[in-house]
Nanobody, 113 residues
Framework: QVQLVESGGGLVQPGGSLTLSCVAS???????INWYRQAPGKLLEWVAS???????SYLDSVKGRFTISRDNTASTVYLQMNSLKPEDTAVYYC????????WGQGTQVTVSS
């Protein structure tokens, strides 16, 4: 069993920054973690991933603006989001696959002036 809890969302102006956190519990923290997002009226979209050893990958539209990282000692993954745009507005979800899919409850990010 894996439990994932996100935090760090909020309202930010265009060009601003936010850092999301995903704290995992319930199992040894050796699985990759993914961030997804879902904007109003749109499909769920993969944003970024980080493996246990720190290998990262990103959606093209966030490359150079978002940074995913993990602290294995704290069982936490971070998504640092810079130069935010209105089109980044969405509910952001933390996800893991460890024998089955696990999802966090989501955290709202709103980019608006």
């Amino acid at each position: 069993q894996v439990q994932l809890v996100e935090s760090g969302g909020g309202l930010v102006q265009p060009g601003g920054s936010l850092t999301l956190s995903c704290v995992a519990s319930g199992s040894e923290f050796i699985y990759p973690i993914n961030w997804y997002r879902q904007a109003p009226g749109k499909l769920l979209e993969w944003v970024a991933s980080v493996t246990h050893v720190g290998t990262t990958s990103y959606l093209d539209s966030v490359k150079g603006r978002f940074t995913i990282s993990r602290d294995n000692t704290a069982s936490t993954v971070y998504l640092q989001m810079n130069s935010l745009k209105p089109e980044d507005t969405a509910v952001y979800y933390c996800h893991a696959y460890w024998a089955r899919d696990y999802w966090g409850q989501g955290t709202q990010v709103t980019v608006s002036s």
